[in-house]
Every structure is written in C-alpha cells, then in structure tokens.
C-alpha cells in the first residue's frame, strides 16, 4: 500500500476529513519553510479543530432537533408583555450553564415558550452544550 493511501485510510479512521484535505498544501509548506514536525503536526490538527468547531455547531442543532430555527433577537417582546424581557435576556447570557441551573418554560400557549427554547440554538452551536439535554 501506498504512503497517500495509507495516509487516506489513517484520516478515515480518525474521521479527520479537513486535516486529509489539508495534507498534501501543508506538507509542500512544511518542506519550504522546513517545519519542525511539531509545528507541521499542530498546524495540522489546528486545521482539523477550526474545522470540527465551524461544523460542529450545526450538527448539534441537528441532533437536538428543534422545531424551528429562532434567535433571542428576533423575539417581540411587545407582542407578549407577559414576558419577562430582562430575565429573558439574562437566560441568554448562558450564566445557568456554568452554574450548572436548570431552566423550565412554563406558562399556556402561545407566550414564546418554544422561541426562547429554540434560541437555544445559539447555545449549541456555540458548543457551550455539547453535554446538554433539551426537552419539550
């Protein structure tokens, strides 16, 4: 077997398809610049991580499955005064996950239970919930 396809075969198994893509131009660099192969093994996991970290985020939004895509921002707190805008916003400052707090949503239909949920979103593809459950 080959170096390239050994090497193919190593990053399938390690499920690292961004350091594969980024293998053979960080490699010609490394060889110009003539690299320590501790900086060519960090530059290459680096490209790896920044690449988990950019497409992370959407998997777990996947993976939670809420049923639509909403911000804090887009809420109207006009529309629903019955709503605590400050604690709200103080909810989405993400103080209660270093806490380690609970969040329950609690009231009748139609006062944004489900929008401030699904703001959660913004939680998840910060990556700040990787371990988090989220139930409705």
């Known amino acids: 077997m080959s170096t390239a396809a050994e090497l193919a075969h190593l990053f399938r198994t ?3 398809p961004a350091a594969a893509r980024a293998l053979p131009k960080l490699a010609e660099r490394a060889r110009a610049e003539e ?3 501790e900086r060519f093994a960090e530059t290459l996991l680096s490209t790896e991580v920044a690449s988990r970290d950019a497409h992370g985020g959407e998997a777990r939004i996947k993976q939670a499955r809420f049923p639509a895509r909403k911000t804090l921002e887009e809420f109207d707190f006009s529309v629903q005064r019955s709503v605590q805008k400050t604690l709200v916003l103080h909810l989405g400052q993400l ?3 270093t ?4 969040v329950v949503l609690l009231g009748p239909p139609g006062t944004g239970k489900t929008h401030c ?3 959660g979103r913004s939680v998840l593809g910060r990556g ?3 371990r988090r459950q989220w139930w409705r």
Do not use: G, I, M, P
């Open 99 to 102: 806490a380690k707090d609970n």
């Open 117 to 119: 949920e699904t703001s």
């Open 14 to 16: 390690l499920k690292a």
């Open 35 to 37: 690299w320590s192969y």
């Open 128 to 130: 700040q919930a990787r």
């Open 95 to 97: 103080d209660f996950l």
